[in-house]
């Protein structure tokens, strides 16, 4: 006679590294292909898994892909340089180091589409977005508040003008040169009225 725990150790064992695997394939998928053509069975397959693998993980496309939008969220605690012009150039470099991953520029292009549900994209400015301005608008609040920026500065504009300027080379092709986020922060500081 067989026992449970027996017929249970001569099944098939769970894969540890699964989740890394199909969310990895996801990640890809999404970035190269926009949600839309995004395929659960296309991803299970090149993940080497089967689809109710994946369905007892993910039971929907939109909660795998937001779980894609979430592992991709830099998750960088503020920056704590003392001196906030310092910061501003720190959190710069985190932002190009992110957006220089494989896919971020694509996943970008596809939270512009209008086709992504606005559950998706409401993902990404939750875990992606907003994160990354609340922690620029932090430093340069304490820039203004210790009178090193002009107490009147638009800090709306200059926080659209830190990462906006990433992405307008983005979709003109041009790669940032490598000292990007210094030569931004220099400007930046600069139109806020730093010295």
């Not at 795998?64 to 150039?89: Q, Y």
């Not at 606005?118 to 992606?128: G, L, P, S």
Request: a positive charge; glycine letters at 6%.
């Amino acid at each position: 006679m067989v026992s449970a725990s027996d017929s249970r150790s001569r099944g098939r064992k769970r894969d540890p590294n699964i989740d890394a695997r199909i969310l990895e394939v996801a990640t890809r998928h999404l970035s190269d292909r926009g949600f839309e053509a995004v395929s659960l069975a296309a991803i299970a397959e090149e993940a080497g898994t089967t689809r109710q693998a994946r369905y007892r993980r993910w039971p929907s496309k939109e909660a795998l892909l937001g779980d894609v939008i979430r592992s991709g969220a830099d998750n960088a605690c503020a920056i704590a340089a003392d001196d906030p012009r310092r910061a501003l150039e720190l959190e710069l470099a985190d932002f190009e180091q992110a957006m220089n991953r494989r896919g971020a520029i694509s996943i970008v292009g596809t939270m512009l589409q209008e086709s992504t549900p606005h559950e998706a994209r409401a993902c990404y400015r939750a875990n992606v977005l907003e994160p990354r301005q609340r922690r620029l608008r932090d430093i340069l609040g304490r820039a203004r508040e210790s009178g090193q920026i002009d107490a009147s500065a638009d800090l709306d504009v200059a926080i659209s003008f830190a990462t906006g300027a990433w992405y307008a080379r983005a979709l003109a092709g041009d790669s940032a040169p490598a000292d990007w986020a210094s030569r931004t922060a220099a400007l930046l500081w600069r139109a806020v009225g730093g010295s």
